[in-house]
């Protein structure tokens, strides 16, 4: 490979590492001002947990750096939320002068749908699952046996439910996307409904407390979710051959048109 071959790959890792740096920053400029209010996003978090507590009931540390540490990583957590916007602005200015405007037009409104899902994901767990599972796992609790949860403990349990409900409300986006690649198309997901509700069952049996409330509260929104994703693959599933084919041959002469002027 010549050096005139190598430049434009060159070039792409250093606009990466200028991109990087800058979402770097970002997350550090998030996790300072995350930090001045450590208390009041730590309380936040566990608000679920404490409203179902005794009213004498309190979390504790076991060990003398936990607190600190726990805090840390509530502050980075947070200051990555902060930074999420730059995050995804960098992105989409780093991957978007090498797509066709076709592309573009669907990658854009992808990424916000993703973050909208997320969020959403992670929010019907905060406000909706938490406070059944947590009074699950507290009614062990006996005139001899008293639950005393951890900082630390709660922050790492807490924080993989919320990314587990995040991620799964992502499934109509993949699906609908996977639909527009052509891997799968509304035929294949009806007749595979009843394999997708037993995955449901299943796998929210795994990620979610051992009760039944709460692995329902998960599998009845992901059997909504595979539903929307089958309204989404009909909406904007892959077209026919001949209709991508004049879309992709009239952006190519509308880009070789410009690249003319």
Not at 23 to 46: H, N, P, Q, T
Not at 53 to 65: A, E, H, R, V
Not at 98 to 108: D, M, P
């Amino acid at each position: 490979m010549d050096e005139d071959e190598k430049l434009p790959f060159t070039a792409h890792l250093e606009e990466l590492r200028k991109r990087l740096i800058v979402c770097f920053i970002a997350v550090g400029v998030g996790f300072v001002v995350s930090y001045g209010f450590k208390e009041r996003l730590f309380d936040i978090l566990v608000q679920p947990l404490t409203s179902v507590m005794q009213s004498d009931d309190k979390l504790i540390f076991t060990g003398l750096p936990e607190a600190f540490f726990t805090y840390l990583k509530v502050s980075f957590l947070s200051g990555l939320i902060l930074a999420a916007p730059v995050i995804i602005y960098e992105f989409w200015m780093f991957v978007s002068p090498g797509l066709y405007r076709r592309e573009k037009r669907i990658l854009l409104p992808i990424i916000f749908l993703s973050t909208v899902f997320f969020v959403g994901g992670a929010l019907f767990g905060y406000f909706v699952v938490f406070p059944y599972g947590f009074k699950f796992f507290l009614g062990f609790a006996t005139d001899r046996i008293r639950a005393l949860p951890s900082m630390k403990e709660y922050l790492s349990f807490a924080s993989k439910l919320l990314l587990a409900f995040g991620l799964v409300f992502e499934l109509p986006l993949a699906l609908t996307f996977m639909a527009r690649l052509g891997i799968v198309s509304v035929d294949f997901l009806k007749k595979n409904r009843k394999y997708a509700i037993l995955i449901f069952f299943v796998g929210a049996a795994i990620l979610t407390p051992p009760d039944v409330v709460t692995q329902v509260m998960m599998a009845l929104p992901l059997m909504l979710l595979y539903e929307i994703s089958i309204v989404g693959a009909r909406l904007f599933g892959r077209k026919a051959p001949a209709v991508a084919e004049e879309e992709d041959e009239a952006e190519k002469a509308s880009a070789a048109g410009r690249t003319g002027e």
